[in-house]
């Protein structure tokens, strides 16, 4: 019955189709309420260590239940109390009943509130940037191996001058890569909340210390110690300041837009049929069109890195509406925006890896695409090679402008090929050079120096960032609904 009931209820599909074990457990509620009952036993042990009345054995009792935690009874609690963390301080003293008297002392309810959400946000930050750097070193080597391949280059998606298949690609790289140290310098500012009290002055545990502020400030340092973090917020209101929330938030939001511009990128290249992402054997692209060969994996980045995107809203809106020292219109928000961001991050991210993973290139449908435009782009080096041969630059540039009208009519209205080369081959006036045409149009001195920005750019940006996570590198991903 019960899980036939689980059907009968909103289920968000962040969770129940497309996020990763370790992210969903990140912000789950086991995750968050073993987190408090974590930071209540490191209080009580930086309490007891400077003074207070705490014995081993509450702090033994305390430890043996840190992770048998009753949701009902707390369920059950909350409803009666209205408040969610004295629910789980009764449920967690029900257990521990020795215990009961000192947890919780002299904390505010965000004690544990704030301080687990930023250990989730630091977790969460740990868990996507090796993500992260897998697809950037997956477009690396997809971009070494095609950075001679030409291409079309487009701009205004109109075509433009050649580039490279692996110089576009390095094009994506160096977004991602701004965004890795986007992530790292977000990660690395974050700071513990610590043991501040109600309105962030320290008062209950000045109190509790008998006004011995270096005992305050040392319970502060243990704590934050304890949980991993290197530095406290030296002044806080109730909370921390909800502008953290728009740092981490910001930075994900920015890689959504990557993502988005990366993977619609891929979607246009796969209408060209120049690329494609993988696709399975009994992969069915179309319904109704069984011919079809759908770019879905990208269009469910975009479809993601959107909401990505617009979860940045919330972590703007709920800083500038904080009043004073803190009010609790931000609680119903950050429970959903927060998660959502990690979440939807560390989807989008799983996603792109297991593309780049497997893009396919198609060398022939590119290079039919050059030859459909190589003659217009080339029609310059022509004068050149006639003028040095002897010609007149003008009369040159006239015929070229007169068979270069007529082959765009070919193309345009009879919707024929670009025969420009070959009604070059056919006029007198270019015998002269007939015998450099061919080197004239070979698509690799239309790329300029993009093989060579290729390989200095992941020799001096790409494989430096990446060397943190080299142990990180194999895994792979294998996307599951």
């Given at each position: 019955?019960?899980?036939?009931?689980?059907?009968?209820?909103?289920?968000?599909?962040l969770?129940s189709?497309?996020?990763?074990?370790?992210?969903?457990?990140?912000f789950s509620d086991?995750k968050k309420?073993?987190?408090?009952?974590?930071?209540?036993?490191?209080?009580a042990?930086?309490?007891?260590?400077?003074?207070?009345p705490i014995?081993?054995?509450?702090?033994q009792?305390?430890?043996?239940?840190?992770?048998?935690i009753?949701?009902i009874?707390?369920?059950?609690e909350?409803?009666?109390?209205?408040?969610?963390?004295?629910?789980?301080?009764?449920?967690?003293a029900?257990?521990?009943?020795?215990?009961?008297?000192?947890?919780?002392?002299?904390?505010?309810?965000?004690?544990?509130g704030?301080?687990?959400?930023?250990?989730?946000?630091?977790?969460?930050?740990?868990i996507?940037?090796?993500?992260?750097?897998r697809?950037?070193?997956?477009l690396?080597?997809?971009?070494?191996?095609?950075?001679?391949?030409?291409?079309l280059?487009?701009?205004?998606?109109?075509?433009?001058?050649?580039?490279?298949?692996?110089?576009?690609?390095?094009?994506?790289?160096?977004?991602?890569?701004?965004?890795m140290?986007?992530l790292?310098?977000?990660r690395?500012?974050?700071r513990?909340?610590?043991?501040?009290?109600?309105?962030g002055?320290?008062?209950?545990?000045?109190?509790?210390?008998?006004?011995?502020?270096?005992?305050?400030?040392?319970?502060?340092?243990?704590?934050?110690?304890?949980?991993?973090?290197?530095?406290?917020?030296?002044?806080?209101?109730?909370?921390?300041?909800?502008?953290?929330?728009?740092?981490?938030?910001?930075?994900?939001a920015?890689?959504?837009?990557?993502?988005?511009?990366?993977?619609?990128d891929?979607?246009?290249l796969?209408?060209?049929?120049?690329?494609?992402?993988?696709?399975?054997?009994?992969q069915?692209?179309?319904?109704?069109?069984?011919y079809?060969?759908?770019p879905?994996?990208?269009?469910?980045?975009?479809?993601?890195?959107r909401?990505?995107?617009?979860?940045?809203?919330?972590?703007?809106?709920?800083?500038?509406?904080?009043w004073l020292?803190?009010?609790?219109?931000?609680?119903?928000?950050?429970?959903?925006?927060?998660?959502e961001?990690?979440?939807t991050?560390?989807?989008?991210l799983?996603?792109?890896?297991?593309i780049?993973?497997?893009?396919?290139?198609?060398?022939?449908v590119i290079?039919?695409?050059i030859?459909?435009?190589?003659p217009?782009m080339?029609?310059?080096?022509?004068?050149?090679?006639?003028?040095?041969?002897?010609g007149?630059?003008?009369?040159?540039?006239?015929?070229?402008?007169?068979?270069?009208?007529?082959?765009?009519a070919v193309?345009?209205?009879e919707?024929?090929?670009?025969?420009?080369?070959?009604?070059?081959?056919?006029?007198?006036?270019?015998a002269?050079?007939?015998?450099?045409?061919?080197?004239l149009?070979?698509?690799?001195?239309?790329?300029?120096?993009?093989?060579?920005?290729?390989?200095?750019?992941?020799?001096?940006?790409?494989?430096?960032?990446?060397?943190?996570y080299?142990?990180?590198?194999?895994?792979k991903?294998?996307?599951?609904?």
């Amino acid at each position: 019955m019960e899980a036939a009931d689980e059907f009968a209820k909103y289920r968000s599909p962040l969770v129940s189709r497309y996020a990763s074990r370790e992210m969903a457990y990140n912000f789950s509620d086991r995750k968050k309420f073993s987190t408090w009952r974590k930071l209540w036993i490191y209080l009580a042990k930086a309490e007891k260590a400077l003074g207070l009345p705490i014995t081993d054995a509450q702090i033994q009792e305390m430890e043996s239940h840190a992770e048998d935690i009753d949701f009902i009874m707390a369920a059950e609690e909350e409803r009666k109390l209205r408040h969610d963390v004295m629910a789980h301080v009764h449920t967690f003293a029900h257990c521990c009943p020795s215990a009961a008297p000192i947890i919780h002392l002299g904390a505010t309810s965000c004690y544990v509130g704030d301080n687990t959400d930023l250990i989730m946000l630091r977790d969460g930050f740990d868990i996507l940037l090796p993500r992260l750097a897998r697809v950037i070193d997956r477009l690396a080597n997809f971009a070494e191996k095609h950075a001679d391949l030409p291409t079309l280059g487009f701009t205004h998606y109109q075509p433009a001058q050649l580039t490279t298949v692996g110089k576009r690609a390095c094009l994506w790289l160096q977004d991602l890569t701004m965004d890795m140290r986007n992530l790292q310098r977000a990660r690395g500012d974050l700071r513990f909340r610590g043991v501040k009290g109600t309105t962030g002055t320290q008062a209950s545990f000045l109190q509790l210390f008998q006004g011995d502020h270096d005992k305050v400030e040392e319970l502060d340092r243990m704590v934050t110690e304890m949980a991993g973090f290197k530095k406290a917020y030296l002044v806080t209101g109730q909370t921390y300041s909800r502008k953290v929330d728009i740092d981490c938030l910001s930075t994900l939001a920015s890689l959504g837009a990557t993502v988005h511009k990366i993977c619609t990128d891929i979607r246009l290249l796969a209408n060209l049929k120049e690329i494609e992402e993988p696709f399975e054997k009994e992969q069915i692209g179309s319904s109704a069109m069984p011919y079809k060969r759908n770019p879905m994996r990208a269009e469910r980045c975009c479809s993601l890195a959107r909401h990505l995107v617009a979860l940045i809203a919330d972590p703007l809106q709920t800083a500038s509406v904080q009043w004073l020292e803190r009010t609790l219109d931000d609680s119903a928000n950050r429970r959903i925006s927060l998660p959502e961001s990690f979440l939807t991050a560390d989807i989008i991210l799983s996603t792109l890896q297991n593309i780049t993973e497997g893009l396919v290139v198609y060398p022939k449908v590119i290079e039919r695409h050059i030859r459909h435009e190589l003659p217009f782009m080339a029609t310059e080096n022509i004068i050149m090679a006639m003028v040095k041969a002897g010609g007149n630059r003008q009369d040159c540039h006239e015929k070229i402008r007169v068979l270069s009208q007529e082959a765009a009519a070919v193309v345009k209205q009879e919707g024929g090929d670009n025969d420009l080369l070959a009604r070059v081959q056919r006029d007198p006036y270019f015998a002269p050079i007939l015998s450099q045409l061919d080197a004239l149009l070979d698509p690799k001195t239309f790329i300029g120096r993009a093989p060579q920005q290729v390989t200095r750019f992941l020799s001096e940006e790409v494989h430096p960032l990446l060397e943190p996570y080299k142990s990180r590198m194999d895994v792979k991903i294998e996307l599951e609904l």
